[in-house]
């Protein structure tokens, strides 16, 4: 399973961008996928995530009200959809993919528990 991130760039304070993740090889039709992110100097935290399919997603209490989750399953595309960015929310941005169990309250946000990782896609706000 390969998951390629895109979409990161600088962009104001303010402003918006969406990041999108491509899966590619064998994954089965039902699972987690999630956005982490990584800031210089801390550790890697939960942005968002949706179990595949159902229509459910979780965010961080830092993404709700500005980012939007999605999917496109034709395209095996996941999107992150980033407004009214602020400075705090620059760092590399990574998508993840793990087994249905994941996608819980509970789990979600568990970096550990996803079996698959991108490359990451940096996001600088100024």
């Known amino acids: 399973v390969q998951l390629v991130e895109s979409g990161g760039g600088s962009v104001q304070a303010g402003g918006s961008l969406r990041l999108s993740c491509t899966h590619s090889g064998y994954i089965s039709s039902r699972h987690c996928m999630g956005w982490f992110r990584q800031a210089p100097g801390k550790a890697r935290e939960g942005v968002a995530a949706?179990?595949?399919?159902?229509?459910?997603?979780f965010y961080a209490d830092s993404a709700k009200g500005r980012f939007t989750l999605s999917e496109d399953h034709s395209k095996n595309t996941v999107y992150l959809e980033m407004n009214n960015i602020k400075p705090e929310d620059t760092a590399m941005y990574y998508c993840?993919?793990?087994?249905?169990?994941?996608?819980?309250?509970?789990?979600?946000?568990?970096?550990?528990?996803?079996?698959?990782w991108g490359q990451g896609t940096q996001v600088t706000v100024s």
């Open positions: 993840a993919a793990g087994p249905v169990w994941v996608c819980t309250d509970k789990n979600w946000s568990d970096r550990g528990l996803y079996s698959y």
């Open positions: 949706t179990l595949s399919g159902s229509g459910i997603i």
